[in-house]
């Protein structure tokens, strides 16, 4: 059973910083794509990040390009979204994400997390 619990988040002013992490377990990780998705109030969830289970390839929704990166450690089966610049706009629930059916983002992802709150006060 695939597990995945987002830490990290938390209340930062706009123009800070945060790190999430998502430890995944269940099954071995390093073959599939893993990723963030995020879910602000009154819209719907969105794609925030995606890494190819090498993690030499990345994807990024053109709203965090430059802020956020993304990155994994296989052998420790954990992902990392680093959170630069942020904005009011970031607030949302931060969710992890894999899809166990694919080793790279093809517009979905399988499973997810129960999410982090990240708030950006202004």
């Known amino acids: 059973q695939v597990q995945l619990v987002e830490s990290g988040g938390g209340l930062v002013q706009a123009g800070g910083s945060l790190r999430l992490s998502c430890a995944a377990s269940?099954?071995?990780?390093?073959?599939?794509?893993m990723g963030w998705l995020r879910q602000a109030p009154g819209k719907e969830r969105e794609f925030v990040a995606a890494?190819?289970?090498?993690?030499?390839?990345?994807n990024y929704a053109d709203s965090v390009k430059g802020r956020f990166t993304i990155s994994r450690d296989n052998a420790k089966n954990t992902v990392y979204l680093q959170m630069n610049s942020l904005k009011p706009e970031d607030t949302a629930v931060y969710y992890c994400?894999?899809?166990?059916?694919?080793?790279?983002?093809?517009?979905?992802?399988?499973?997810w997390g129960q999410g982090t709150q990240v708030t950006v006060s202004s």
């Open positions: 890494v190819s289970w090498i993690g030499g390839r990345t």
């Open positions: 994400a894999t899809d166990v059916t694919s080793t790279w983002y093809s517009g979905r992802f399988s499973h």
């Open positions: 269940g099954r071995t990780f390093s073959n599939y794509v």
